[in-house]
């Protein structure tokens, strides 16, 4: 059974950094391609970042370029999404996913398994 634990959100002030964790279980991420997706209170579920199968493309959302980079350690299993220059636009419920590829903005039914989400408020 696959699963996908995130690790890393909280609360940081405006400026600050984040390290978000992807752990896998039950399935090797070299194997997939690794999607990061964010949730705030009333909005939809909005892909950030994902990486081919073989990280050879990544992708940003405008919103977010420049400031988060998305990254895997094979050893370790584990994706990571890090994020720095945190705004307040950035609180939400972060996910990773893993699917068959990457190939612009990640979008959700693209995606067959998720974590359970961890949080990240930036307020001051």
């Known amino acids: 059974q696959v699963q996908l634990v995130e690790s890393g959100g909280g609360l940081v002030q405006p400026g600050g950094s984040l390290k978000l964790s992807c752990a896998a279980s039950?399935?090797?991420?070299?194997?997939?391609?690794i999607g990061w997706f964010r949730q705030a209170p009333g909005k939809e579920r909005e892909g950030v970042s994902c990486?081919?199968?073989?990280?050879?493309?990544?992708y940003y959302t405008d919103s977010v370029k420049g400031r988060f980079t998305i990254s895997r350690d094979g050893a370790k299993n584990t994706g990571y999404l890090e994020m720095n220059a945190l705004t307040r636009e950035d609180t939400a419920t972060y996910y990773c996913?893993?699917?068959?590829?990457?190939?612009?903005?990640?979008?959700?039914?693209?995606?067959?398994?998720w974590g359970q989400g961890t949080q990240v408020t930036v307020s001051s």
């Open positions: 996913a893993i699917g068959d590829g990457c190939w612009g903005a990640p979008l959700t039914f693209e995606y067959d398994h």
């Open positions: 039950g399935a090797t991420l070299e194997d997939y391609a």
């Open positions: 990486i081919s199968i073989d990280d050879d493309y990544t």
